[in-house]
């Protein structure tokens, strides 16, 4: 278990962590959850007593970093794939890290294995692809088989094997009755893995909850519907008790208070096209990015959308749009 | 992928049996520094060629040389050394090395991960890097000695171990060894920059005595004095100070040249403490 009280991080003028208070469950998987440079990466230093708190604590197992005796038993940490000295080979990265605890050659074998990292153990770490850095890095956090792992941003880098790989691992501790708490700035890496969900934004915790919990309070759950007959269709869903909400385009709204079976039971009633019907799927990341939108630094310039947190998402955020006006522009 | 979807849950870390891992402490940690320092090619490259110059510079000079006179045996000890202030700047590269390359590669984060106690880990990398300038001490001067025992007999000279001051310059000369070590880790701490730690200790080194000691001005002669070399050549001076001369006689040169390893150790244990990693 990871308990901070009030903690809070200064660097000069600029506040990373403001006061915050969280506590990291054991047997279940915590996601942690923030847009690059909201305070995630000084949190974990901190819990790891690499940087000191200006302010307030925080314990791992109950005592804090520098009081644990056998640090591996109760904690294991990826901070950082690129931290590892580029001209030593992974094998004796791990053999130096598991030496401050006698741990055995034997272990490190294991976890080279566990990680698949067997075939290239002699190769030097910085001949390593960034995937292979963050399994080096997931390896040495494993070496004492600890009680809590902490990740941050694990599946930086990874290939789709590699993400499904994380996940599963994630799991399968949690399911051990370890404490896993892992962050990132993706939504939907969080949704997919995690149980409970800690977001932070601009150094402040924005919410702390089961994943259940948040969705219900944050996700909107609706329909999307997409029909050359919307604004019929609108009027009639309207009169059942449904909530429409146009969305980007005028033959697309957003339906709730109703459930797609009933739209469509409306819509084949009074004969109405429907071109697509389908429940919202994107509504937590949407939610998340919602909640973070006015915790990030560098907005899209889309008046009206949530601020995207990644320059892939903002590309086709302005790929749909010009769409919509070149088909406005058509028809 | 090693990760089969067992039904029944495994150990996470698929260990069979239950990892042992002890307390981590000084000793441990020595031994992670030993594996760390030991698995990088840079390490014995350097190592090589501080032996190379302890051996190779007074073997040419002896080779070379036709007469040497009547030298005592403190002296034709010191021709020993003649290659002495390569083996401390390369002595001093192999620490700096040691703790700057952890802090320029983001290693730190996993060494202070592993050995919370910061003076822990200072201490396991002093000793390191103190075991080194002792082992290139040891063996440089054995191998130098061996190597040029028969061109010293030619000329006509040797060296007498019962003789103090001789046993002396041989201390006081293989003590520098480990100060520059010493110096170079804690600069390393204090830098956390490889070129700011090795320029700083070059500048001691070949760059401020000559500016020092032609400067024209008390307090610069007296700076350009207590430097590390400076405090070691007068720690085996045999000769006292003429009058009025601007030095360190030999008992406060001992005291100085171990001020050079302590007081800027002790500046990097505050630092360490005090600074994020």
Known sequence: MIEATNLSKKFGSTTAVDHVTFAVQPG??????GPNGAGKSTTMRMILGLD???????????????????????????????GVHPRRSARSHLRAMAATHGISDRRVDEVLELTGLTAVAKKKAGGYSLGMGQRLGIAGALLGDPRIVMFDEPVNGLDPDGVLWVRQLARRLADNGRTVFLS??????????ADHVIVIGRGRILADASLHEFMGAYARTGVIVTSPDAARLAELVTLEGGLVTQLDHRE???????????????????????????DESTSLEDAYMRLTADQTDYRAGVPGRPAPHSRRQRSDHRIRHDRTRAFRRGG | MTTASATTAPAPSAAAVEVIAHPAGYRRAVRSEWIKARSL???????????AAFVGVPTLVVANASDVGSSSSAEVMGVLYFGLDFVLLLVAVLGALLTTSEFTTGMARNTFTATPGRGTVLAAKATIAGLFALAIGIVGLATAWAVNAGGLADLGVSIDLGDTATMRALLVN??????????????????????????????????????????PNTIANWVGAVLPSAAASAAVATEPLAAGQIGLDSGWGLVVLLAWAVVPMAGALVSLRARDI
């Open chain 1, 28 to 33: 279940v998987v915590t996601g942690f959850l």
């Open chain 1, 52 to 82: 000191r708190p200006t302010s307030g604590q925080v314990t791992v197992n109950g005592q804090p970093y520098a009081k644990l005796v056998t640090p591996f038993k109760e904690i294991g940490a990826l901070i950082d794939a690129k």
């Open chain 1, 184 to 193: 990132s700035h993706l939504m939907s890496e969080v949704q997919q893995t």
């Open chain 1, 252 to 278: 697309r709204v957003s339906v709730t208070g109703l459930d797609a079976r009933d739209i469509g039971r409306i819509a084949r009633d009074h004969s109405l096209w429907l071109a697509e019907l389908r």
């Open chain 2, 41 to 51: 090619r840079s390490t014995w490259i350097l190592v090589a060629f501080a032996l």
């Open chain 2, 174 to 215: 293989q003590l520098s060894i480990v100060v520059f070590a010493m110096l170079a880790v804690a600069l390393g701490v204090l830098l956390r920059s490889s070129v700011g730690a090795i320029f700083t200790i070059v500048a001691m080194q070949l760059i401020l005595p000559g500016v020092l000691a032609i400067v």
